[in-house]
């Protein structure tokens, strides 16, 4: 029996409204089905690094050990940061309906300078997380093969805040993501895709 199919009449491109705006966040609403107004938080887009590099003679990635608040102390991140700094550069960006892609590649390579010192190499696009339905935040995530590494050149805000660089092995990674010590949760589902697209998820922790 041939499946019938409901057309929907949700809005996949609405008109939004601003309610609230904060200094990262704002409130937005539209009207998702006529005569409902739906509401979401939403912020810049975010850019995260995976950056290839060597360690012991193998592939490893570069993480840096950050302190962090909504851990509780110290977490394993992928480099990272914002596509734009502010709302109104945001806002004013997607109001041109240009694509994002280029924009959050530019960050990725500027983000990449500034918190771990890599410049150059070979810079791909591995996909877009999105947060959900409600929260309107964008993680574009980013592979990087063959930099070279230098200074960093951190921003005054992110002084502090990472207290190392580290070079995780596959085996090292795999350990910090099976006990949780990665917990942004979507660089930890890209970080399990990196290991299983290089063939690394048959490896166990050492006890």
């Not at 990262?24 to 912020?43: D, H, Q, Y």
């Not at 950050?66 to 914002?82: N, S, W």
Request: hydrophobic fraction near 40%; aromatic fraction near 10%; charged fraction near 30%.
């Amino acid at each position: 029996m041939e499946e019938v199919i409901k057309k929907s009449t949700l809005a996949l491109n609405p008109k939004f409204d601003v309610v609230y705006k904060g200094k990262m966040f704002e409130i937005i609403t539209w009207e998702g089905k006529p005569g409902v107004i739906f509401e979401a938080a939403a912020r810049s887009p975010g850019v995260r690094l995976l950056i290839e590099c060597e360690k012991e003679g193998q592939k490893a990635l570069l993480l840096t050990k950050e302190i962090r608040r909504e851990a509780g102390g110290f977490d394993y991140r992928l480099p990272g940061g914002k596509v734009f700094d502010r709302l109104e550069e945001y806002n004013q960006f997607r109001l041109s309906n240009a694509d994002m892609l280029p924009a959050a590649e530019a960050a990725a390579v500027k983000e990449g300078k500034e918190e771990v010192g890599v410049r150059g190499g070979d810079l791909s696009f591995l996909g877009v997380a999105k947060a959900g339905a409600s929260v309107e935040w964008d993680l574009y995530y980013f592979l990087l093969k063959h930099g070279e590494f230098g200074e960093q050149e951190m921003e005054d805000s992110e002084q502090g805040d990472i207290a190392g660089l580290v070079r995780l092995t596959p085996r090292e990674l795999f350990a910090k993501l099976s006990v949780g010590e990665i917990q942004e949760g979507r660089s930890a589902e890209m970080l399990w895709r990196w290991l299983a697209k290089n063939d690394f998820l048959t490896l166990k922790t050492d006890k």
